[in-house]
Nanobody, 127 residues
Framework: QVQLVESGGGLVQAGGSLRLSCAPSGRTFSNYGTGWFRQAPGKEREFVGAVTWSGGAIYADSVKGRFTISRDNAKNTVYLQMNSLKPEDTAVYYC?????????????????????WGQGTQVTVSS
């Protein structure tokens, strides 16, 4: 069992930046694909982006150009750098991991494809 621990959420004004971190508790991220999702009140969980073990990243159109996912395998940590934040980015952000890499056939946006989830961290963007 992999437990993911997220950190870095908070309150920020529109246009500001935050960096979220995700690390597994008790084991390495070796050979895991990692995704970021978010869920706003009353809405379904939404794909934000994902990164392969080697560092290749993909993004949802809504965050492309503003958010960057990276990973530091030496520190066993995946990051979500969020710039130019908007009020509509307000949500609980979740880190998810899948053993063996990201889902294939374009299914990386599907929450059900991931094996492990963090507890979530709140991001609130004020206007």
């Amino acid at each position: 069992q992999v437990q993911l621990v997220e950190s870095g959420g908070g309150l920020v004004q529109a246009g500001g930046s935050l960096r979220l971190s995700c690390a597994p508790s008790g084991r390495t991220f070796s050979n895991y694909g990692t995704g970021w999702f978010r869920q706003a009140p009353g809405k379904e969980r939404e794909f934000v982006g994902a990164v392969t073990w080697s560092g290749g990243a993909i993004y949802a159109d809504s965050v492309k150009g503003r958010f960057t996912i990276s990973r530091d395998n030496a520190k066993n940590t995946v990051y979500l750098q969020m710039n130019s934040l908007k009020p509509e980015d307000t949500a609980v952000y979740y880190c998810a991991a899948r053993s063996g890499g990201l889902p294939v056939n374009g299914n990386w946006y599907k929450p059900a494809e991931y094996d492990y989830w963090g507890q979530g961290t709140q991001v609130t963007v004020s206007s």
